[in-house]
């Protein structure tokens, strides 16, 4: 009898830890959850998935999927607001790769990120010329002005 006891006691407690997901309307996870489910409508299963808040008080979910590490970012309801994730020159559209050859002949980039929202897709590219680093912004179009 007392094993009996024992072995359900444990079952119960088991399945008080693990089988606990949050809630919708747990306040104090509802936002986490709602960008969850988002996250999961959007990409499907992902790895190495963590999450945390940006300094514009939203939430950001850092992940890989094939190997390609993503940052997506949520409002505290679990709204969309944009994905970023690094891509090679070659990835870049050719409208947006020919005018940055031209511009920027002979110089390499250091860095190129890949922003998409519900109403805008960029590119920010960082060029090093003479130890001064600066960013800019590129239209899938074509278009190139200094962000920063």
Do not use: C
Not at 19 to 39: D, G, V, W
Not at 59 to 87: K, L, P, W
Request: net charge neutral.
């Amino acid at each position: 009898m007392k094993k009996l006891l024992l072995t359900m006691s444990l079952a119960v407690v088991t399945l008080l830890v693990f089988a606990n997901p949050p809630k919708k309307n747990n306040k104090k996870q509802s936002f986490s959850y709602a960008a969850a489910q988002e996250l999961s409508k959007m990409y499907g299963e992902v790895e190495n998935l963590r999450w945390s808040e940006s300094k514009e008080n939203l939430i950001r979910a850092d992940f890989q999927i094939d190997g390609q590490n993503f940052s997506t970012f949520f409002d505290r309801a679990g709204g969309f607001v944009a994905t970023t994730h690094e891509v090679s020159f070659e990835q870049l559209p050719a409208m947006a790769r020919k005018p940055l050859k031209v511009k920027f002949q002979g110089i390499e980039f250091s860095k190129m990120v890949h922003y998409q929202s519900n109403d805008t897709e960029s590119y920010f590219v960082e060029v090093v010329e003479e130890g001064v680093t600066s960013i800019y912004k590129v239209t899938s179009e074509g278009s190139i002005s200094l962000f920063k």
